[in-house]
């Protein structure tokens, strides 16, 4: 998405963090729409692409002490940054697999919304978008324990 330094602060807001969670949800949503009202569904398929690239850049950076969300953007930043310096190796096994959990649950996704079946399209939005928070929270715990000096926290 091409953030820099200043893009990654406001998307460290916890309003761009829950704002982009129902993102996916609200995409299937829109697609999966067509079968309602037909090449309408463009306009909010079109509507969220666009909020996807703006939601990181539209808010102020956080104020105060770090939350759950602006902790998970930051651990997010090393965790992007691993080849430079790498993260323990408890957390890069852990974004691996929650990142093939959630990549299991596009093709379930993508079944479900070119089929128009509810339940694959469910199964997959949920798949994807948990196994993605769960990523998210992971990231926490990789900025709290690099904070705690456990390995270097470079930002």
């Not at 690239?53 to 105060?64: H, S, T």
């Not at 993605?132 to 324990?145: A, I, P």
């Amino acid at each position: 998405m091409a953030m820099d330094e200043a893009t990654w602060r406001r998307h460290a807001s916890p309003w761009s963090v829950w704002t982009r969670v129902p993102i996916l949800p609200a995409l299937a949503l829109a697609i999966f729409s067509r079968a309602w009202i037909g090449w309408w569904a463009l306009l909010p398929v079109a509507l969220l692409v666009v909020w996807t690239f703006l939601n990181p850049r539209v808010f102020a950076p956080p104020r105060g002490p770090p939350g759950w969300a602006t902790r998970a953007v930051w651990g997010e930043r090393l965790w992007l940054a691993r080849h430079e310096r790498p993260v323990p190796r408890h957390h890069a096994e852990a974004a691996r697999r929650l990142t093939l959990a959630s990549g299991l649950g596009l093709p379930i996704l993508a079944y479900g919304l070119i089929a128009l079946d509810g339940w694959a399209t469910v199964a997959g939005t949920i798949l994807a978008a948990g196994a993605k928070l769960w990523f998210v929270d992971r990231m926490v715990w990789l900025y709290d324990e690099a904070g705690e000096g456990r390995f270097t926290l470079d930002l």
